[in-house]
């Protein structure tokens, strides 16, 4: 059942950021277009001049590429996880945000890959992938499962977009070009809400949300697995496959709730996106800190303690050259959330922003510290007299397609929001069925 | 003994004149005239003399080997003295010719025959020479079973003048089996005063497919006869394992993936893809359902 | 004249060396030719050795051979009834680098690829240094191979592990497979790979290729022509010993052993055993050594010296 009155408000509320792009919005667009101009000047350096533009050397031969790469499937398979979940469970509060999970799970599943592009010598030759794929190589692996997985996104996503292109199709006071209104009109696929198109949707969304969940889970730890099942000490961990679909969640999260933060702000969506949504994204951090914390003592706890030469100098690298990366990451990272949510008093929407940057940030330190320092100490000692060949420092080129890429995040958000509501419209007109509202009842008492 | 030496150092001598003069002009030609080495080896297989000049320009980072030179052989007894031929140096210096006969060469009072190898020179190289002397000899293998124990039995014999044939006596006898890049020492012994030797033949030597392994005697760096070897071939190797590779197996690294893996994977994305062809299809459904619905309210 | 007789000596002392390997060429004659020898062409009269499908040694005519270099396709198949060992006396080792320079050389790379590398070792802090020259070991179970998503990198039946050049898409990720840090990535297009003018061969791994990974090959163009490895024929102290195992033989040009008497007697080992990888190199033990760990620091490159400052050794040591 659908409230129409509540439906029209929303419509009419998000209409103009549907309709135009405000002087504001454009400056940002042509910022983001700008830092994606340099990521494209540098890749291009990269291509012609070899990848010894790059920091990456002998032994360190995946560097910040890889770790974007592993920060933002992670991001996607959280997006994917998180909706997935929220949608399953009927949860009543993921109605404004789970949109906004959902791009963030299909927009970061588009640019992740993009790194690992980067990583490979011979791009010319990629289509090499799919003419003499080898099965047994979790890299093939990676490429039959991140396509899988967009498509499984996609669908999802159009799925959960459908009842909101039909209400913007029918939407008679939007101002927007024909061809737009025609783009819509088409996607709808005549969706009507009838009850037969109802259940077939209801059916259709729930079998997805499975999907996505499972593959998500699937995904990221085949992407763990291209570390595990090699033999360097530090990544050759059964607790791998777990620990990287933990710790994706949980930075995506913190993402989540940075674009709650964003779009409020932004689209004025103070009296939707309220406290209480902050506060059960918090919790859902909190218990995935405490996942994330466990996961990452349990591995470095096993390493240390048992002490193979290896690891032990693997964990000697870490607590001297990475001391506060370390830190940052592994401790900080963990307890600023812990403590932010924890403690009633402290538990804002600003609070619980900014721990959740802190999340990211310490979730991209976190893998960075997995790739890099196991590289810099393989079995056989690393003698070199090049500084650069012994350590890994990023060059501007990686840089600036790392910043390229979370440009590239944001103009896709940005273009997204203007394309469908960041908030699913249709399910915020919904009327709570009676047992939901008694749930929901319950986490308010939480709150 | 005097004549033919005399005869021999003549020789020597007006091919040492000759270079001279040659090496002379050369010097004219250009400052920086190199005086090549060339090591001259003998070596006698089965009655056919190689004989190997490696030619080589002696610096101080290194041997530098040159390529190309033409080397010319001459063979020399008492009084004849006769062109072999010539051959031309490959990438390591390398000259070799094969005599298929060694009757009718040039011999002294002795039976021996004096080698000489010649390099006329050639750009910036000067003329270069190097002699070497050696007896003609034989070798013969043969095997013996005595009860459980095997031996090679090796017959030298020397050829004097006219033909006359005689045992090699009291000379060390090296036994080898052919390997892949070299000779495998298997055992050494000397000649009685019939010129005859006898090595045990250790077990669990590698042969061919079938076993066979080829056994080979040598008597090495003699004063008078060189180098020689003798071979023979018998089945007592054991025979080499030949690995299978027009049969592959399911390794993880082998090209193709153990089964396991290949089923799960069909599994997986069967599973998968059937649940997403099942959402669109509820797609379609839903346009077909909205397609239906004009038709039914006119 | 005795300046004459001494020469005879050394002539025929050099005998013994080459003599050797005549030998064995002339042996084996009249088997099967290699696939790669082209019959149409007149011949030269100038003779080369080659190995044949067969897997022996036999001379041909040079005129009828139109590369050493087989093709990709080809290379893909190793050299019949042949498994290639390797083995390396750490006892003789004194880091003269003659291995890794006549490597560089010889598959025509740039100084900072090293395909064979020369480690200072040191396996605990009471225990000795020593010299440890590392090249690909070939592993039976080899990750690299398991790991390559395109089949880039390939064992043959011969034991060699190889890397297609022309295939590899520098993923990289047989680096990380790799425990033993032995495989280069081609950073750039170094200037050294053009000197090459051969047609390219996985065999040679040369012409390098940019944005490529490539390592050690056991060189078997060389092989496949009756030669040892670049490392194994260049070592001034015969520190490297290389054959075929199936045929229990090993030589380093000059002295040849039977394989399983000198891991017996010597009791050699393979390296970081406990990975499962069953490597194709064995090393000796450094006892009873040739040379004191120090004079290995003789003579060597500013550049090269400065790698050992960060070892245990280095740092208690004036170099």
Same mark, same amino acid.
């Given at each position: ?247 994706? !969640? ?28 902050? !506060?059960?994204?918090? !919790? ?164 | ?84 031929? /010539? +051959? ?18 040039? /011999? ?85 005063? +019939? ?21 080979? +005697? ?22 080499? /394992? ?45 346009? /077909? ?10 | ?319």
């Amino acid at each position: 059942m659908e409230n129409k009155d509540t439906k029209e408000k929303l419509l009419r509320q998000f209409a103009p950021q549907l309709e135009k792009v405000s002087s504001a919005t454009l400056v940002w667009i042509l910022f983001l277009l700008g830092v994606i101009g340099l990521g494209v000047y540098a890749f291009v350096t990269q291509v012609t001049k070899g990848h010894i533009v790059t920091g990456m050397r002998d032994n360190v031969v995946w560097g910040i590429y890889i770790v974007n790469f592993i920060f933002f499937m992670g991001m996607s398979y959280s997006g994917a996880i998180i909706s997935g979940t929220l949608q399953l469970f009927r949860t009543e509060w993921r109605k404004p945000i789970i949109r906004m999970a959902e791009y963030l799970a299909i927009i970061s599943l588009l640019i992740g890959p993009g790194y690992i592009l980067l990583c490979i010598g011979r791009l010319d030759r990629l289509y090499y992938l799919a003419l003499f794929g080898r099965i047994q190589s979790p890299i093939t692996w990676d490429v039959i499962a991140i396509s899988t997985d967009i498509f499984g996104c996609l669908i999802f996503l159009y799925l959960s977009i459908l009842r909101d292109i039909a209400s913007l199709r029918d939407f008679s006071e939007l101002k927007i070009p024909a061809w737009r209104k025609k783009v819509y009109s088409m996607l709808a696929l005549g969706y009507t809400g009838t009850p037969e198109q109802e259940k077939r949707l209801r059916r259709a969304t729930d079998i997805m949300a499975t999907m996505v969940i499972a593959i998500a889970i699937i995904v990221y730890s085949v992407l763990a697995w291209i570390f595990s099942v090699t033999l360097q000490p530090g990544w050759h961990s059964t607790i791998f496959g777990p620990y990287f679909v933990i710790a994706a !969640v949980y930075s995506g999260t913190g993402v989540l709730i940075i674009a709650m933060w964003v779009f409020r702000k932004v689209y004025h969506l103070d009296q939707y996106i309220t406290r209480k949504h902050f !506060v059960a994204m918090g !919790v859902l951090m909190v218990v995935l800190a405490a996942l994330f914390g466990y996961f990452t003592f349990s591995d470095y706890l096993t390493k240390w303690y048992g002490s193979e030469k290896n690891d032990e100098s693997l964990i000697r690298i870490l607590f001297t050259e990475y001391y506060w990366p370390f830190i940052f990451s592994n401790y900080i990272g963990v307890l600023i959330p812990l403590l932010v949510v924890g403690i009633a008093k402290l538990r804002t929407i600003t609070n619980i922003t900014l721990s959740a940057l802190v999340v990211i940030v310490a979730l991209w330190f976190n893998r960075y510290l997995i790739v890099i320092p196991t590289l810099e100490s393989p079995y056989l000692p690393i003698q070199d007299s090049r500084p650069d060949w012994v350590n890994y420092t990023g060059t501007w080129v990686e840089f600036s397609l790392m910043a390229a890429g979370v440009a590239l995040f944001c103009l896709l958000f940005t273009l997204a929001s203007k394309f469908v509501p960041v908030m699913n419209v249709s399910e915020m007109a919904e009327i709570p069925k009676p047992e939901s509202s008694e749930l929901f009842k319950a986490e308010e008492s939480l709150l | 003994m005097q004549t033919q030496n005399k005869i021999r150092i003549i020789f020597i001598f007006l091919l040492c004149c000759y270079n001279l003069v040659t090496s002379a002009q050369i010097k004219k030609d250009s400052a920086t005239a190199i005086t090549p080495t060339i090591t001259f080896t003998y070596l006698n297989s089965n009655d056919t003399i190689i004989l190997n000049a490696n030619i080589f320009d002696k610096k101080e980072k290194g041997v530098f080997a040159i390529k190309n030179a033409v080397i010319e052989f001459f063979a020399s007894g008492d009084k004849k003295t006769r062109n072999l031929g /010539q +051959a031309k140096a490959d990438e390591e210096g390398n000259a070799v010719l094969k005599l298929p006969v060694a009757k009718g060469l040039p /011999q002294d009072k002795d039976g021996k025959t004096t080698y000489t190898a010649k390099f006329n020179g050639k750009d910036k190289y000067r003329p270069a020479l190097e002699t070497f002397t050696a007896k003609f000899a034989r070798i013969t293998v043969n095997f013996s079973k005595e009860d459980s124990l095997r031996f090679i039995l090796v017959t030298a014999t020397q050829v004097d003048r006219k033909d006359a044939i005689k045992p090699i006596q009291k000379e060390k006898i090296i036994v080898y089996v052919p390997r892949l890049f070299n000779l495998l020492k298997i055992g050494e012994t000397d000649l009685d005063v +019939a010129g005859k030797g006898k090595v045990e033949y250790p077990g669990n030597l590698v042969g061919d497919s079938l076993g066979n392994i080829i056994v080979i +005697a040598r008597i090495e760096d003699n004063d008078v006869f060189g180098n020689v070897q003798g071979q023979s071939s018998i089945s007592w190797g054991i025979p080499k /394992q030949y690995y299978l590779a027009e049969k592959p197996t399911r390794e993880l690294w082998t090209p193709i993936a153990p089964i396991w893996m290949i089923v799960t994977l069909i599994i997986m994305l069967t599973g998968v893809w059937a649940h997403y062809i099942y959402a669109v299809i509820q797609l379609i459904k839903i346009k /077909q359902i909205s397609k239906k619905k004009p038709d039914s309210s006119s | 004249m005795k300046d004459k007789n001494e020469n005879k000596k050394s002539s025929r002392r050099q005998f013994l060396k080459k003599g050797l390997v005549a030998g064995a060429g002339m042996v084996a004659g009249g088997s099967l030719l290699a696939a790669y020898i082209d019959k149409s062409k007149p011949t030269s009269g100038e003779k080369v050795k080659v190995l044949t499908t067969e897997g022996e040694l036999v001379e041909v005519d040079k005129s009828l051979i139109h590369s050493p270099r087989v093709s990709r396709e080809e290379s893909h198949k190793g050299i019949p009834g042949r498994k290639f060992v390797m083995v390396i006396d750490l006892a003789k080792c004194k880091n003269a680098r003659k291995c890794v320079e006549s490597c560089q050389k010889g598959h025509h790379l740039p100084s900072s690829q090293e395909f064979m590398k020369v480690y200072l070792l040191q396996d605990s802090e009471k225990s000795a240094p020593y010299w440890f020259p590392k090249p690909c070991f070939h592993c039976d179970n080899p990750l690299c191979v398991s790991v390559c998503p395109v089949g880039a990198t390939y064992k043959r039946s011969d034991g060699i592990v190889l890397i297609d050049n022309e295939r590899c898409i520098g993923c990289k990720f047989c680096m990380t497979g790799c425990p033993y840090s032995t495989r280069v990535f081609a950073w750039k297009d170094y200037p050294e790979y053009a000197e090459d003018k051969e047609p390219y061969s996985p065999e040679a791994s040369s012409p390098g290729k940019e944005g490529t990974v490539s390592k050690c090959d056991f060189c078997p163009d060389l092989v496949r022509m009756g030669k040892l490895p670049y490392c194994a024929q260049n070592c001034p102290m015969g520190v490297i010993y290389f054959g075929d195992i199936d045929e229990d033989t090993v030589t380093n040009g000059a002295e040849t052993f039977r394989f399983s008497e000198l891991i017996r007697d010597r009791s050699g080992y393979r390296y970081l055993e406990v990975l499962g990888t069953r490597p194709s190199v064995y090393y000796l033990p450094p006892v009873e050594r040739q040379f004191p760990v120090e004079s290995g620091f003789n003579d060597l490159k500013e550049s090269v010296k400065n790698r050992f400052k960060n070892t245990p050794y280095g740092k208690t040591h004036k170099l």
